[in-house]
C-alpha cells in the first residue's frame, strides 16, 4: 500500500479508490446528445419549411409555441452539451489545477450568459408586440 | 532518494498510420468546438437580430451573404452534420456495436461523406441551384 508519500505520480494515487465521480458528466454528454439529434434535426427542418428566412417571417414562427418552445430546448440543451464538451477538451490540455478550473468557469459563465442572453431573445419575439 | 526514472508512455499519435476512424476522432473534437465557440455566438446573434429592430437583422443578413460571412456558415453547416453523425456512430459504440475492423471503418467512411453530402445538398437547394 502506498498511501502518502511517493516519487511517482502512480504510487501517490494507488490506494486511494476511484474519484467517486464523473459518471454524471459522462452519461449528460450522451443524454444532451440525443435531445441534440431530435431538437437540431427540428431546426434545420422547420427553417427548410419555412418559405424565407426574412425578420418577419422568422418572428411570427418564433411566436408560436411549437416553435418557441422547442427553440428554448433547442438553446438550453446545446449550450448544456457544449459546456460538457468544453470540459473535455480544457481537462485534457490545460495542465495546471488553476488554469484548468479559471477556463471551465470562464465557459460556465460564457455559456449561461449566452443560453440567457437567447432565452431573453425568444421571451421578446413571443410576449413583444407583434411586429 | 534515488531519481526518478522516466516511466515508458504508451505510444500515441505519431506512430499509427492515419485511418478514417483517427480522422473521425479528431473531427468530433474540432467541430464540437467550431460548433460551440463559433455556432452558438452567431445562434444568439441571429435570434437577438430577430428580436430586434429591423436594421439589427439587415445587419446579421449582411454579415450572413458576406462572401466571409457564407463560408463559416457553409462551415459551421458540415460541423453539424459531421457531428450529429459521428455522434449517433458513438451512441451505437456505446452499445458496444460497430468494433469489428471493416464495420468500423465502414461507419468512420460514411459519417465523413455523408457530412459533406448532406452539406452539399442543403446549401445547393439553399443558393437555388436546386430550385
Known sequence: ?131 | MAAVRERPVSPHLTIWRWGPHMVVSILHRITGAGLTLVGLPILVWWLLAIAGSPDAYAEFTGAASHWLGTVVLVGLTWAFFQKSFAGLRHLLMDTGRGFELTANKMGAILTIVGAIAATAILWAYWLGVLQ
Open chain 1, 1 to 131: 500500500m502506498s498511501i502518502g508519500k511517493s516519487a511517482t505520480p502512480l504510487g501517490q494515487v494507488r490506494g486511494l479508490g476511484s474519484a467517486r465521480e464523473g459518471g454524471e458528466h459522462w452519461i449528460s454528454e450522451r443524454v444532451t446528445s440525443a435531445a441534440l439529434l431530435l431538437l437540431g434535426t427540428w431546426f434545420l427542418a422547420s427553417l427548410l419549411l419555412l418559405p424565407d428566412l426574412g425578420q418577419r417571417t422568422l418572428a411570427e414562427w418564433l411566436r408560436s409555441p411549437a416553435a418557441a418552445v422547442p427553440m428554448a430546448l433547442f438553446v438550453l440543451v446545446a449550450f448544456r452539451h457544449a459546456l460538457d464538451g468544453i470540459k473535455v477538451i480544457v481537462d485534457d490540455y490545460v495542465e495546471s489545477d488553476g488554469g484548468r478550473f479559471a477556463l471551465n468557469t470562464l465557459f460556465l459563465f460564457l455559456a449561461v450568459g449566452g443560453a440567457a442572453l437567447a432565452l431573453f431573445a425568444l421571451g421578446k419575439i413571443a410576449f413583444g408586440a407583434a411586429g
